[in-house]
């Protein structure tokens, strides 16, 4: 195996790492892995490679350069004042002084930050695009990004076993482990497939499992189970819906397959289904509106997300200006973080009111992409299966919980991603 996939093999390792210590872990470190884990792909890869991979990666390049640009444009001094949030006028009144410049953002170096984490998950996903091109290496990283993902979710309960007879549903870090069980429940979802996949391949026994197989599979249906329990002991019990949609899915590409449909037809046929199924979720709840969405927050955080987000101008506060919002709503004398009641929320506040419509279009891209590709894939299907869930059930969940916003989240995600993007196509049609 190459250096590179070390690299993010030891990367995603630090995932469950980053949820135990409440993501109080160096960014410097996790960025240096990104880094050199992009230059020894870079520097492994074949020509024929690096092209398709570029050549994939420019269907998508609006939803790379858009946040970026807008990032930009938030941190640099607005030429028009009527741009500038208003904190800078009051600012420039309160220091006595009229040449002070204002920006979109609040706190410019917060989201200059962003900006880096942002270009370091690209990164990240571009490393994995390939990286993963040879079957072995995406096997390897699936397992990885699956271990990791489910050991993520098992942590926080772990750290707490002496609790767990008489344990209530937590809420401390209940968001972001919810949602790293969700992909764990995913990715094992794809181990099973991609063992009996394998199976079916090698061996015309239907029901003569090898052992290394039939392992892979009850690993997998463990890593679901447990994935399945850790979601419900954080309470979140909407998020089980959208894992059995990912399931759905997933399920839906393979008898696809099988019953060999052609991928044009299917992709309408998918639409459809999960377009229909998308409207009920959205149809059970009271309205559409993002703070009815994330009610099932708790009283403070969403008392204060509705006062930022009815202040909070049309550009935005700026990207990662949250937490210096919501100290302006919060009760006088208290000093406790309050964390967005949802990534949508979240978004709406600091990037602009139009962002969560931008994110759900982004997204969907490259969802059709996703699906696409897994109905167009020969036997390794399940990877580009798996991106599609994981997009597909993040997407949603964006609008009712916040784990999205947690950087082991993203790492685990961006991953999957970019496993699935990269096999996508295969070397030859018959693959």
């Not at 990715?187 to 099973?192: C, E, K, L, Q, V």
Request: charged fraction near 10%; hydrophobic fraction near 55%; include cysteine.
């Amino acid at each position: 195996m190459s250096i590179a996939s070390y690299l993010l093999v030891a990367l995603l390792a630090t995932a469950p790492a980053a949820v135990v210590a409440n993501d109080g872990y160096e960014q410097p470190a996790i960025l240096l892995l990104i880094a050199l884990a992009l230059a020894f792909a870079a520097i492994r890869a074949t020509p024929p490679e690096i092209a398709l991979a570029k050549q994939t990666l420019k269907r998508f390049i609006l939803a790379i350069l858009a946040p970026i640009v807008w990032m930009i444009v938030q941190i640099i001094p607005s030429p028009v004042s009527a741009l500038a949030n208003p904190i800078w006028a009051a600012a420039a009144i309160a220091l006595n002084a009229p040449s002070l410049s204002g920006h979109i953002s609040i706190n410019p170096s917060a989201t200059l930050h962003s900006l880096v984490w942002f270009l370091a998950v690209i990164t990240l996903i571009v490393s994995t695009v390939i990286v993963t091109k040879d079957r072995r290496r995406a096997e390897l990283i699936l397992l990885a990004s699956t271990a990791a993902a489910t050991l993520a979710a098992l942590a926080p309960l772990l750290a707490r076993a002496d609790q767990l007879p008489g344990m209530a549903p937590f809420h401390g870090a209940s968001s972001k482990v919810a949602l790293a069980a969700l992909l764990a429940a995913l990715a094992n979802g794809a181990i099973i497939a991609m063992a009996i996949e394998r199976h079916l391949n090698h061996c015309d026994a239907i029901f003569s499992v090898s052992a290394p197989r039939l392992l892979q599979m009850l690993l997998g249906i463990c890593g679901v189970a447990v994935s399945a329990g850790v979601i419900a002991a954080c309470g979140q019990i909407q998020l089980l819906s959208l894992a059995g949609l990912g399931f759905a899915l997933m399920l839906f590409v393979a008898v696809v397959r099988r019953l060999g449909l052609r991928p044009w037809l299917a992709t309408i046929l998918a639409t459809i289904l999960f377009g229909a199924a998308g409207a009920g979720l959205a149809g059970s709840a009271a309205t559409t509106d993002l703070l009815r969405l994330a009610e099932s927050s708790t009283n403070e955080s969403f008392a204060i997300a509705q006062r930022a987000l009815l202040g909070s101008p049309w550009l935005g506060n700026g990207v990662g200006s949250f937490s210096e919002v919501s100290r302006v709503y919060q009760n006088h004398g208290t000093s406790e973080t309050i964390t967005a009641p949802s990534t949508a929320i979240s978004l709406a506040i600091e990037w602009g009111r139009p962002a969560p419509l931008v994110l759900a279009a982004l997204s969907l891209q490259l969802f059709f992409f996703s699906l696409r590709g897994a109905i167009s894939r020969g036997r390794d299907s399940f990877f580009a299966s798996l991106a599609a869930a994981g997009i597909l059930c993040t997407l949603c969940a964006s609008f009712g919980d916040p784990g999205l916003l947690t950087p082991a989240v993203q790492i685990l995600l961006a991953v999957m991603i970019g496993l699935g993007i990269s096999q996508c196509a295969g070397r030859t049609k018959s693959v």
